[in-house]
Nanobody, 119 residues
Framework: VQLQASGGGLVQPGGSLTLSCAASGSISSIGAMGWYRQAPGKQRELVATAAIGGNTQYTNSVQGRFAISRDNAKNTVYLQMNSLKPEDTAVYYC??????????????WGQGTQVTVSS
């Protein structure tokens, strides 16, 4: 089982980016999926989560600007980021609770994708 994140890059303040993260492998079920980020010199922080039923939660600093969604048929979670600010610059990691076909519920992490907001 692995998570593959993509979609990061360099964007100007006020711009938009969409991150994607696809889970692959021998998967029986996927629970909550989410995005975290880690800026230089700071601890990793939760950005947004999406439960399997569709409920979403956001950290205050991105509320109203970011939108998390998931496509359960594709085992993929997305993060639409709008009105980006320089303080959103960080490495973004996806995260999911996954039940492998031959295992137990575990937390998996993607490899991280860099988002840089700068003029």
């Amino acid at each position: 089982v692995q998570l593959q994140a993509s979609g990061g890059g360099l964007v100007q303040p006020g711009g938009s980016l969409t991150l994607s993260c696809a889970a692959s492998g021998s998967i029986s079920s996927i629970g909550a999926m989410g995005w975290y980020r880690q800026a230089p010199g700071k601890q990793r922080e939760l950005v947004a989560t999406a439960a399997i039923g569709g409920n979403t939660q956001y950290t205050n600093s991105v509320q109203g600007r970011f939108a998390i969604s998931r496509d359960n048929a594709k085992n993929t979670v997305y993060l639409q980021m709008n009105s980006l600010k320089p303080e959103d610059t960080a490495v973004y990691y996806c995260n999911a609770r996954i039940l492998p076909r031959d295992g137990v519920w575990s937390t998996y992490w993607g490899q991280g994708t860099q988002v840089t907001v700068s003029s």
